[in-house]
T-cell receptor, first 111, second 109 residues
Framework: DTEVTQTPKHLVMGMTNKKSLKCEQHMGHRAMYWYKQKAKKPPELMFV???????INESVPSRFSPECPNSSLLNLHLHALQPEDSALYLC??????????FGSGTRLTVV | GQNIDQPTEMTATEGAIVQINCTYQTSGFNGLFWYQQHAGEAPTFLSYNVLDGLEEKGRFSSFLSRSKGYSYLLLKELQMKDSASYLCAVKGAGTALIFGKGTTLSVSS
């Protein structure tokens, strides 16, 4: 199983809503990431979890809140987002610098 | 600082060979990745190099020279479906990948 599974694939939310993005992998990878990607731009790193501990937070606004309940799961909780937060949100995992796999992403639209 | 450079756009014809270059300056080096990304989709892993030399995988090959901070992705026997963005990414001293801006490849018949 070399998959990173993200749900939902598409999400439309209002600026007052609270929603969560979910990511799951069963490859035993101990590093998991959230990236944000705007159209025609490369992915931008948001958060890194290493061994279930938050190791990197790239100055992301507090309206994005990551959570790593266990070594296979990674969540991104969203609250009071702005329209400019509309983007493709990508989850990825890797192990000890080896192959990094991406999930298929969640296309988020904030209205 | 950290910097990864790759050409913005390239064009080629079906059946041809194309080489996409990537140069990098990063704090530390723990491997270089190439990803393919079609519009509206997530990046797909293509290759990983951590030692100098050429890694071949079917129609795709990737080369790394750590002393020169240089890599290339070679695509042979181009097909229309190879039209996509190709992302060069480096794992520096930290855990996360640092991405270049991507190269948009257009393959024409």
């Amino acid at each position: 199983d070399t998959e990173v599974t993200q749900t939902p694939k598409h999400l439309v939310m209002g600026m007052t809503n609270k929603k969560s993005l979910k990511c799951e992998q069963h490859m035993g990878h101990r590093a998991m990431y959230w990236y944000k990607q705007k159209a025609k731009k490369p992915p931008e790193l948001m958060f890194v979890y290493s061994y279930e501990k938050l190791s990197i937070n790239e100055s992301v606004p507090s309206r994005f809140s990551p959570e790593c309940p266990n070594s296979s799961l990674l969540n991104l909780h969203l609250h009071a987002l702005q329209p400019e937060d509309s983007a493709l949100y990508l989850c990825a995992s890797s192990q000890e610098g080896r192959v990094g796999f991406f999930g298929s992403g969640t296309r988020l639209t904030v209205v | 600082g950290q910097n990864i450079d790759q050409p913005t756009e390239m064009t080629a014809t079906e059946g041809a060979i194309v080489q996409i270059n990537c140069t990098y300056q990063t704090s530390g080096f723990n491997g270089l990745f190439w990803y393919q990304q079609h519009a509206g989709e997530a990046p797909t892993f293509l290759s990983y190099n951590v030692l100098d030399g050429l890694e071949e995988k079917g129609r795709f090959s990737s080369f790394l020279s750590r002393s020169k901070g240089y890599s290339y992705l070679l695509l042979k026997e181009l097909q229309m479906k190879d039209s996509a963005s190709y992302l060069c990414a480096v794992k520096g001293a930290g855990t996360a990948l640092i991405f270049g801006k991507g190269t948009t490849l257009s393959v024409s018949s």
